[in-house]
């Protein structure tokens, strides 16, 4: 079974950091491009970043960039994401997903929440 | 704001069939066939329903049918039945920024 599981999210004041893991398996891992997309409370999807199948190319939305870091362990199938500089409006939930080709993601985690607040 | 466009909430009957738009650029939508749709129920990851304007993954019922005309891309749900009350969003890759989404639509089966 094609499957990712997202870990690492919770409560963190603001200016703090999180890591977010994402643990695939069922699929040859190192061949895809990967994402993390979150979704704000009561809002739409946005992509945050993707990353290569080697790790040696990233992407990251405006509003993360700076902050945020993404990449990945090809030899443990598993995909980050560092998030330093932690700001209320990063509160989401965030979801890793797996591209199928240009941008389309066929298969995605349960989401991890990330909250952030004093 | 979203660089895509949808309508905010559409709805139908059941055995009906509805049509939510996404509506783009020449630079991203218009540009190439690179639009996917995603249904997403309440409390649920999203689900790839389209990819690549108009390709069903594997699963997919063949009433979600996806089409492009300029640059606004279509996801039209034919027969509509009460599971398919979600909310809908499609995407596209840009050169501006690797992957947009649409702001999402609301879908109402009454």
């Known amino acids: 079974e094609v499957r990712l599981v997202e870990s690492g999210g919770g409560l963190v004041q603001p200016g703090g950091s999180l890591r977010l893991s994402c643990a695939a398996s069922g699929f040859t891992f190192n061949r895809y491009w990967m994402y993390w997309v979150r979704q704000a409370p009561g809002e739409g999807l946005v992509w945050v970043s993707r990353?290569?199948?080697?790790?040696?190319?990233?992407n990251y939305a405006d509003s993360v960039n700076g902050r945020f870091t993404i990449s990945r362990d090809n030899a443990k199938s598993t995909l980050y994401l560092q998030m330093n500089s932690l700001r209320a409006e990063d509160t989401a939930v965030y979801y890793c997903?797996?591209?199928?080709?240009?941008?389309?993601?066929?298969?995605w985690g349960q989401g991890t929440t990330v909250t952030v607040s004093s | 704001q979203s660089a895509l466009t949808q309508p905010a909430s559409v709805s139908g009957s059941p055995g009906q069939s509805i049509t939510i738009s996404c509506t783009g650029t020449?630079?991203?939508?218009?540009?190439?066939?690179?639009v996917s749709w995603y249904q997403q129920h309440p409390g649920k990851a999203p689900q790839l329903m389209i990819y690549?304007?108009?390709n069903r993954p594997s699963g997919v019922p063949d009433r979600f049918s996806g089409s492009k005309s300029g640059n606004t891309a279509s996801l039209t749900i034919s027969g509509l039945q009460a599971e398919d009350e979600a909310d809908y969003y499609c995407n596209t890759y840009t050169t501006r920024s690797p992957v947009v989404f649409g702001g999402g639509t609301k879908l109402t089966v009454l």
């Open positions: 690549e304007v108009s």
């Open positions: 020449s630079s991203d939508v218009g540009g190439h066939n690179h």
């Open positions: 990353i290569n199948p080697d790790g040696s190319n990233t």
């Open positions: 997903s797996k591209d199928l080709t240009w941008g389309a993601m066929d298969v």
